[in-house]
Nanobody, 121 residues
Framework: QVQLVESGGGLVQAGGSLRLSCAPS????????MGWFRQTTGKEREFVAA????????YYADSLKGRFTISRDSAKNTVYLQMNSLKPEDTAIYYC??????????????WGQGTQVTVSS
């Protein structure tokens, strides 16, 4: 089992950028497929992006392509979500997730606690 910790959320103005980080507690992420999801109050959790075990493949929600970039740094044992040109509708709790499988679409059994991103207009 892997425990995940997200960081990097906060308040940003529309048009700004944030970079979220996801690091494990006591385990290497190198063999895990990693994903980012988000959820707003009253809505179902939404897929954002995923990256394969060794970073060779990425997958994005169609609506976020071109603004969000997922990446991983094996040396730092961290997965990132770079978010640019942020919009108020990007406001959500962002979750990091991990899967020992190799399918970018999941399922993802392991989840972090989430980090709040708020985009002001």
């Amino acid at each position: 089992q892997v425990q995940l910790v997200e960081s990097g959320g906060g308040l940003v103005q529309a048009g700004g950028s944030l970079r979220l980080s996801c690091a494990p507690s006591g385990r290497s992420l190198s063999t895990y497929t990693m994903g980012w999801f988000r959820q707003t109050t009253g809505k179902e959790r939404e897929f954002v992006a995923a990256i394969s075990r060794y970073g060779g493949n990425t997958y994005y929600a169609d609506s976020l392509k071109g603004r969000f970039t997922i990446s991983r740094d094996s040396a730092k044992n961290t997965v990132y979500l770079q978010m640019n040109s942020l919009k108020p509708e990007d406001t959500a709790i962002y979750y990091c997730a991990a899967s020992s499988g190799n399918v970018l679409g999941g399922p993802y059994p392991y989840w972090g606690q989430g980090t709040q991103v708020t985009v002001s207009s």
